[in-house]
């Protein structure tokens, strides 16, 4: 068959754009409906081994950030160990690190709230930057010990501090507390591929029967909890052939 | 320099609902027709599959299916005294790309207007007098009327196999339909959608208050269908990922689900993809045009000549193109002189959050469709009487949540609810099941104003160094009011539907460029009675160059309180018949000016 091939052509971070507009070719279409077979490619699973951007101080950071804001409780893990960080890595690896897709044009001027986020340096970048900040402000502040180090009340207090914007990483206040907490949410809940939200435990968790494509049978069974687990794309039968 | 093409009869700008529409119709009369697609193909069997169709992150987040804000953008500012920033990635609103366009994303909900809807300058004038509408309001009547369009929402219907429950059936009020809407000639071609409990349960709630609740009309199939194209359609399954996403079970109305396999089997018709144009070309008298030039994905520019253009993209970038071509004036909000950019508007969408027990209620949110729901129509356009109220507008409501999607739906939680730590995760556990939120529950009207309006902007360019269209729009106190009187009545439902906590959200002002409401874009090249107060004529051609038609929502004189999908179905019909029936036997301008 011819997948496997195609999946090692696929590069880990091409995965989420890989049918993308912009390297597509101008094509004259007559005569009847083209048909090109698996032209969509599916995502690519994510190894969760090793790190694809972070160093490995970056990423003990990012572990340990993730794990506070979404913190593990005895049914369900926390941000670290459900894969967040792999997640934000492979993600910042990729054209969403980049901001490949989105209009990065100059001027960059600050506007109104409504105006939307202006930022000039893309989401790797930001991260790049911001935990070098934290890192030094820990070290600053805690004698000498990076972020992952502390005590869950003391990174409780500097998530805090990022919030409100009293510490004033990143672009501009409360910025990366924004992007990380938001990246860190799309981990916990994306489809497994992607290397966070591992077992689905997240799903499982509220409730979610994720990639099903069929409720028919279960439209009109009102007030009915339902029963089946959650699978993920990569669990679909259409995948094990 | 442009390497010229073969001259065809009739070129189309965009091959989304309307492009597809114009496309089939031009191409039955035996023309030769070529539509020119910015973005790619695309088609259920190869591109949507049911293995990983469903996939929040690529599809939602990441907006695998759309226009590429690196490819192009606009600017945005409230108004004038503020210099407009670019729309650096998307969010009040989505802009398609590809064939199939907006048909290809959109939830399916196929409304048609209110008969006072095309006359609404002079029903709200005759009604409540000229004093009662804000002085800087600038509606019009559309020029056409509902009788004049609803064979042609018939047509698109029955294109689309539209499930619902028809309320008026040739003036005789339907059960469990919408009493509020124009009468139908017949009814809807399938039977409405089943609904999950919670839509059920709304529909209860709002019959317990004395309205009259109907399911909304949807372009997800309750059965299979064939069209009157041959083109075959399956039934929904409900599977939760519908608007943002393609529909990998033939059950959403789209351009590839309903007529693009009627269309590719025409002989005259071939489509170039990754091929966008980038002006329409005018001979010496400024008064026709002559085809349009494009520049394909090798960056090579060519220029197709034509007897007649179709002016199908999206919205925004009709009116880019004609401001781009130079057709017509330019409108200019000091003076209120000019037409293209004028009367631009959006939706006016509210919202309320509906926390249920838990230990009693468990709604499944995961089983939806896109245009599933519940809905009541007492509070829509002029259905009430707003004397008493100080607005004049208003929109349809109900439950129409269409997914229970992990990313999207846990932005529903109680106020009060921390944004991290062990707190939210417990709140993120305690009310997935049990809470109903719709984002765009309350779905309102947007009028138009002197001061919301589209232009140049005179610092940013897209790739080929073209300045970017500008949006200067915000809310007016008209629209704020009428969202805070519907959302009131909104919250109320949820209260006799039994929630314990309901947390009403109306719109309000400044417009946020951030905020996804709905990508109901409307206006900029409006419909008129005469040349002065617009930019196309009853049959959406253009006032200053004949052979060109102006197809979509830019045709919008204002928004309505209904998503715009089934008017714009019905007015490429229109358009297209009288192209068909009119104009080819006498190329000319259809209304004189």
């Not at chain 1, 990076?146 to 409360?174: H, N, R, T, Y």
């Not at chain 2, 417990?426 to 939120?437: K, M, N, P, Q």
């Not at chain 2, 949006?471 to 629209?479: A, K, L, P, R, S």
């Not at chain 2, 909104?490 to 951030?514: L, S």
Request: glycine residues 10%; contains cysteine; charged residues 20%.
């Amino acid at each position: 068959m011819a997948r496997p091939n195609r999946r090692k052509v696929l590069s880990a971070m091409g995965l989420a754009l890989a049918a993308s507009p912009l390297s597509a070719r101008a094509a004259v279409i007559e005569g009847g409906m083209p048909w090109t077979p698996d032209r969509t490619q599916p995502p690519q699973p994510v190894d969760p081994k090793g790190w694809r951007y972070f160093t490995q101080e970056e990423a003990e950071a990012v572990e340990a950030l993730v794990d506070r804001l979404i913190p593990p409780d005895p049914e369900t893990p926390g941000g670290k160990d459900i894969g967040c960080a792999v997640f934000i890595d492979r993600q910042v690896a990729g054209p969403y690190g980049s901001a490949e897709a989105l209009y990065m044009s100059g001027p960059f001027h600050d506007g109104t709230k409504q105006q939307g986020p202006q930022a000039h340096d893309p989401p790797a970048l930001h991260y790049r930057k911001a935990l070098a900040a934290l890192d030094k402000y820990c070290r600053g502040s805690f004698g000498d010990k990076p972020f992952a180090a502390l005590s869950d009340q003391q990174k409780d207090q500097i998530i805090a501090d990022l919030e409100s914007g009293k510490v004033p990483l990143g672009a501009k206040p409360g910025s990366f507390f924004k992007q990380v907490l938001k990246d860190t949410q799309q981990g916990f809940f994306a489809d497994p591929v992607y290397g966070g939200n591992r077992d689905m435990a997240a799903w499982k968790m509220i409730g979610f029967p994720g990639a099903r494509y069929d409720y028919t049978d279960w439209v009109d069974r009102h007030n009915e909890r339902y029963p089946h687990p959650p699978i993920g794309i990569a669990d679909h039968p259409d995948w094990k052939g | 320099m442009a390497r010229k093409l073969p001259p065809k009869d009739v070129v189309i700008i965009g091959l989304g609902w309307t492009g597809s529409i114009l496309a089939h119709e031009l191409a039955q009369e035996g023309l030769e027709v070529v539509a020119i697609e910015r973005g790619p193909w695309r088609d259920t069997a190869t591109d949507f599959s049911p293995a990983f169709a469903q996939d929040e992150l690529r599809y939602r987040l990441r907006h695998e299916l759309f226009l590429r804000p690196a490819q192009m953008s606009l600017t945005f500012r409230n108004n004038r005294d503020q210099t407009a920033l670019p729309v650096r990635d998307w969010g009040a609103f989505m802009l398609g790309n590809g064939v199939g366009g907006g048909g290809l994303h959109w939830n399916a909900e196929t409304w048609r207007f209110l008969p006072t809807d095309f006359t609404l300058k002079s029903h709200l004038v005759q009604r409540y007098g000229q004093k009662f509408l804000p002085d800087d309001m600038t509606i019009q009547d559309w020029g056409v009327t509902y009788g004049e369009l609803e064979p042609h929402y018939d047509r698109f219907e029955y294109l689309c196999g539209t499930s619902g429950q028809a309320g008026n059936l040739k003036g005789t009020i339907q059960a469990g339909g919408n009493p509020f809407e124009g009468p139908r000639s017949r009814p809807y071609p399938t039977p409405a959608q089943k609904q999950p409990f919670a839509h059920t349960l709304f529909g209860k709630g709002a019959a317990d208050l004395g309205y009259k609740p109907f399911p909304q009309p949807s372009g997800n199939l309750s059965q299979a269908y064939t069209n009157p194209l041959g083109v075959e359609m399956g039934r929904c399954t409900y599977c939760g990922f519908c608007e943002w996403f393609g529909c990998a079970n033939y059950s959403k109305a789209s351009p590839q689900t309903t007529i693009l396999p009627a269309l590719l089997r025409q002989p005259n018709f071939t489509a170039r993809t990754e091929c966008e144009a980038t002006k329409i070309l005018l001979d010496k008298s400024g008064k026709r045009a002559t085809g349009v030039l494009f520049v394909d994905s090798s960056g090579a520019e060519w220029e197709q000549p034509a007897e007649l253009v179709i002016l199908a993209a999206f919205q925004l970038f009709n009116v880019q193109l004609l401001m781009l071509s130079g057709i017509g004036q330019r409108y200019d909000p000091l003076t209120g002189e000019g037409q293209i950019g004028r009367n631009f508007s959006h939706q006016t969408v509210s919202a309320a959050m509906a926390f249920f027990d838990k230990k009693k209620f468990n709604f499944n949110p995961f089983v939806a469709s896109g245009a599933i729901g519940m809905c009541i129509d007492e509070f829509n356009g002029d259905n009430f009487d707003h004397g008493p109220h100080g607005f004049v507008g208003g929109g349809y409501m109900g439950n129409v949540q269409s997914n229970g999607r992990p990313l999207e739906t846990m932005t529903a939680l109680p106020p009060g609810t921390p944004q991290w730590g062990a707190k939210w995760k417990e709140a993120v556990r305690d009310t997935y099941l049990s809470t109903i939120y719709a984002g765009s529950g309350v779905h309102g009207s947007c009028y138009t104003y002197k001061t919301n309006y589209l232009d140049f902007d005179p610092t940013y360019k897209d790739r080929f160094g073209r300045p970017l269209l500008r949006m200067t729009m915000d809310f007016h106190d008209n629209e704020l009011k009428m969202s805070a009187f519907l959302t009131d009545r909104y919250a109320e439902i949820f209260k006799a539907m039994g929630a314990q906590q309901v947390v009403k959200k109306p719109r309000k002002g400044p417009y946020d460029i951030t905020q996804y409401q709905t990508s109901h874009l409307c206006g900029g090249a409006i419909m008129s009675a005469t040349p002065k107060d617009g930019a196309v004529n009853r049959y959406l051609q253009s006032w200053d160059v004949p052979n060109l038609f102006v197809q979509g929502a830019s045709g919008f004189p204002q928004n309505a309180g209904y998503n715009p999908t089934g008017t714009v179905g019905a007015l490429a019909f229109w358009s297209a018949g009288a192209i068909r029936s009119q104009y080819l036997k006498h190329p000319g301008p259809l209304v004189d000016a």
